[in-house]
């Protein structure tokens, strides 16, 4: 079973036990947090696609540790004045492992049941 999650304005596909490099999130490293903007849940047929998000679904996460991206070099140069700036940016960012996808059965249980809905009008045209 996957997952879509949203977490600092990007989206990513997560399993259980995958490690992921993210934004920076409060919490110390060991704490237990939780995603609760999840975009899609399930596996092939049975996936569960949200209008924006699936409700009730939750994936469970372990902070890993804090730490700071690759230096990006900000370098500006005016040619022939004598005039350059350099400057770097670190990133923050935090590293997680996914520990648990927990789908609620509801969100199943509403799409089959309107499944048998789609079933039961197409029968009685």
Do not use: C, W
């Not at 993210?22 to 060991?30: N, S």
């Not at 350059?84 to 799409?111: E, M, P, S």
């Amino acid at each position: 079973m996957f997952a879509v999650i949203k977490t600092g304005g990007k989206q990513y596909r997560v399993a259980a036990n995958d490690v992921l490099t993210i934004e920076k999130l409060e919490g110390a490293a060991g704490d237990k947090i939780e995603f609760t903007e999840i975009l899609m849940v399930g596996v092939g047929a049975d996936a569960t696609i949200g209008a924006p998000f699936v409700e009730g679904a939750v994936v469970s996460a372990e902070v890993v540790e804090h730490g700071r991206a690759k230096k990006v070099i900000a370098f500006k140069k005016r040619r022939r004045q004598n005039s350059k700036r350099t400057r770097g940016h670190r990133q923050h960012n935090t590293t997680v492992r996914i520990l648990d996808i927990a789908a609620v059965a509801g969100a199943k249980a509403k799409k089959a049941s309107k499944k048998s809905e789609d079933a039961a009008a197409e029968a009685a045209n």
